[in-house]
């Protein structure tokens, strides 16, 4: 009897222990037999070795997780569609980023998606297009010209600016070499203005002058 109450309590101190392991499992794993959400999918050309269960993070958050990988051929392309599950409330804007990028150390992969605002939500099963990254290398390439091209510009604006000094130096020595002549200029614009100013005082004061001078 004494052999079967041992067992008995090591059997409970077992099963105990069993439910406590998985408690705590479930607990930090933050997994639920069941819990709300929706799906959506993302089509990319390429996904850079991200596997079924990644994680999918909304701005840094974890939203929930990549729950298939399927392939579809259109026409010449291959296409490799996302099933993935999000957790109930979650707005993803229909403009919303969606990429292939590496967490940590490791090199885990995961699906990150970037939106500024969420005023307008997707429904369940919508079809967001993704950046892989063949479309990263292809973005980069326009960058690159883009920047090469803004290169070429500031280098013909500096060329200008460095013209438009030059005419610069050229005008100041103009105006060092004739300064009197533009200074007699100017105090005979000055002596034309004031004699005109006096002759329309004069005329305002007597206007019977303008007939005077008119009929001689």
């Not at 403009?95 to 997707?122: D, N, P």
Request: proline fraction near 2%; charge should be positive.
């Amino acid at each position: 009897m004494q052999i079967k109450s041992n067992e008995i309590k090591i059997g409970i101190m077992v099963v105990a222990c069993l439910i406590g392991f998985i408690f705590i499992t479930l607990r930090v794993g933050t997994f639920s037999f069941y819990q709300p959400g929706y799906h959506f999918f993302v089509e990319m050309k390429d996904i850079s070795g991200l596997e079924k269960k990644a994680p999918v993070k909304l701005n840094g958050v974890d939203i929930g997780k990549v729950d298939a990988i399927t392939i579809k051929y259109d026409q010449a392309d291959t296409i490799l569609v996302l099933d993935i599950w999000s957790k109930a409330g979650v707005r993803i804007s229909p403009e919303a980023a969606v990429s292939v990028r590496t967490l940590g150390l490791m090199g885990e992969k995961y699906v990150a998606i970037h939106q500024a605002s969420a005023t307008k939500a997707i429904q369940p099963n919508t079809v967001l297009r993704g950046y892989g990254v063949s479309d990263m290398d292809d973005l980069l390439k326009q960058g690159k010209v883009i920047t090469d091209q803004i290169n070429v510009l500031l280098t013909d604006i500096r060329s200008l600016t460095n013209d438009l000094r030059s005419v610069a130096g050229n005008v100041d020595g103009i105006l060092v070499d004739n300064r009197q002549n533009i200074h007699n200029i100017a105090v005979n614009l000055e002596g034309i203005t004031r004699n005109f100013d006096e002759l329309s005082l004069e005329l305002k004061k007597n206007p019977w002058r303008l007939l005077y001078k008119s009929s001689r």
